[in-house]
Nanobody, 129 residues
Framework: QVQLVESGGGLVQAGGSLRLSCAASGRTYRSYVMGWFRQAPGKEREFVAAISWSGDSTGYADSVKGRFTISRDNAKNTVYLQMNSLKPEDTAVYYC??????????????????????WGQGTQVTVSS
């Protein structure tokens, strides 16, 4: 029903910036809460950032606060993750995800992986030292 495709990953030097995009396809009648997660080799997938359906509220993992910014353009069915001041420990496969539940609050979002119903295939981000 919903397909998510990430793009924008690549190789950057420490301190550099990268912008990820997540394009949604498939016909829907509502905007979803969206999130970004990442998984490094040998580690569990972890929460990175989330945004409410309206875009009015965002949340971040402590490890990326002040460096990453999540945003969305509902008219384009696209979510973004702007990553600045990248560190080698940010190296991971980054996934976008959609929570299809109905939330009437303009500010609700979730960091719980289990709440997300649709997942992209991931895009590799590698930060060199």
């Amino acid at each position: 029903q919903v397909q998510l495709v990430e793009s924008g990953g690549g190789l950057v030097q420490a301190g550099g910036s990268l912008r990820l995009s997540c394009a949604a396809s498939g016909r829907t009648y509502r905007s979803y809460v969206m999130g970004w997660f990442r998984q490094a080799p040998g580690k569990e997938r972890e929460f990175v950032a989330a945004i409410s359906w309206s875009g009015d509220s965002t949340g971040y993992a402590d490890s990326v606060k002040g460096r990453f910014t999540i945003s969305r353009d509902n008219a384009k069915n696209t979510v973004y993750l702007q990553m600045n001041s990248l560190k080698p420990e940010d190296t991971a496969v980054y996934y976008c995800a959609a929570d299809s539940a109905t939330y009437y609050s303009r500010t609700y979002f979730t960091a719980n992986q289990g709440d997300y119903d649709y997942w992209g295939q991931g895009t590799q981000v590698t930060v060199s030292s």
